[in-house]
């Protein structure tokens, strides 16, 4: 089976892949009490935007399996003309070594941040000090000395660009998404390996439907979904695709591939 997904890739001209939740790793990071505990912490200071951040920091401390299945995945596409889309927005995706022109995470991540209040062109990125101070914070669980400044306009507080904030400001991502359905128009016809890796139905429209039409749609693709509960494929798909119902972090660090 897995030998046929690599032979699958080898193969195809172009690869359409999608990174979904299981990349969060909750169910390891929430058995963690000190995880616990910030993120009742963030709760309670209604700073929902920081669970991505501390999600990242978690996995970078004491559990680096969901990076390390990404970094690999990345190094497996290196040579191929590929386009990823991410729902995880908690930045281990963009530090995987995908290509920067090659991937989009239109729920934002922890590398950007924006006014709570939403102002026009409050979009900016994050600095490398700002992200070691607030990480540094997160180790104290001090979530309420956490501060990005205040925007230049309102004088509102800065918050991570990413839908856990109330007013997310799509500016982040939507210069990413214009390239990405450009690609994706180059994909009609030609052999595509659509690859779909732990995307559950949070957000379905962003990666889960429409993927599912593109597979449909192109004669020439294939489609893998790899999920370890929301595995089945559609009537549709049945056909020329391949469910593999296992964690999407585990297939990728077990397999050959
Ligand atoms: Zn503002």
Not at 10 to 23: N, R, S, T, Y
Not at 92 to 113: H, M, N, Q
Not at 166 to 171: I, L, V
Request: glycine share 6%.
């Amino acid at each position: 089976m897995n030998a046929d997904i690599k032979a699958l890739i080898e193969d195809a001209q172009l690869v359409l892949v999608g990174i979904g939740e299981e990349f969060y790793d909750f169910k390891n990071a929430k058995a963690n009490a000190e995880y616990r505990a910030a993120v009742e912490k963030i709760e309670a200071k209604n700073k929902m935007w920081l669970i991505p951040l501390l999600n990242y920091h978690y996995i970078q401390k004491n559990n680096p399996s969901a990076r390390e299945a990404l970094k690999k995945l990345a190094h497996l596409l290196s040579d191929k003309n590929y386009y990823v889309v991410s729902v995880c927005a908690n930045g281990l995706t963009e530090k995987a070594g995908f290509k920067r022109d090659r991937l989009v995470s239109p729920c934002g991540s922890i590398f950007k941040l924006q006014c709570m209040n939403h102002c026009e062109a409050s979009v900016r990125d994050i600095t490398e000090t700002e992200l070691e101070e607030a990480c540094g914070k997160l180790d104290k669980n001090a979530i309420e000395e956490i501060s990005f400044g205040k925007c230049p306009t309102c004088g509102a507080e800065m918050c991570l660009n990413n839908v856990y904030t109330e007013k997310y400001d799509e500016n982040g991502y939507l210069p990413d998404w214009n390239i990405y359905t450009k690609w994706l128009q180059g994909t009609l016809n030609r052999k595509l390996c659509v690859l779909e890796l732990g995307v559950n139905l949070t957000y379905p429209s962003v990666i889960r439907w429409p993927f599912e039409k593109v597979g449909f749609y192109n004669q020439k693709a294939s489609f893998v979904r790899v999920n370890e509960k929301l595995y089945q494929l559609t009537e549709d798909l049945k056909d020329k695709g391949i469910s593999i119902p296992k964690n999407s972090i585990d297939w990728l660090l077990e397999e050959d591939l």
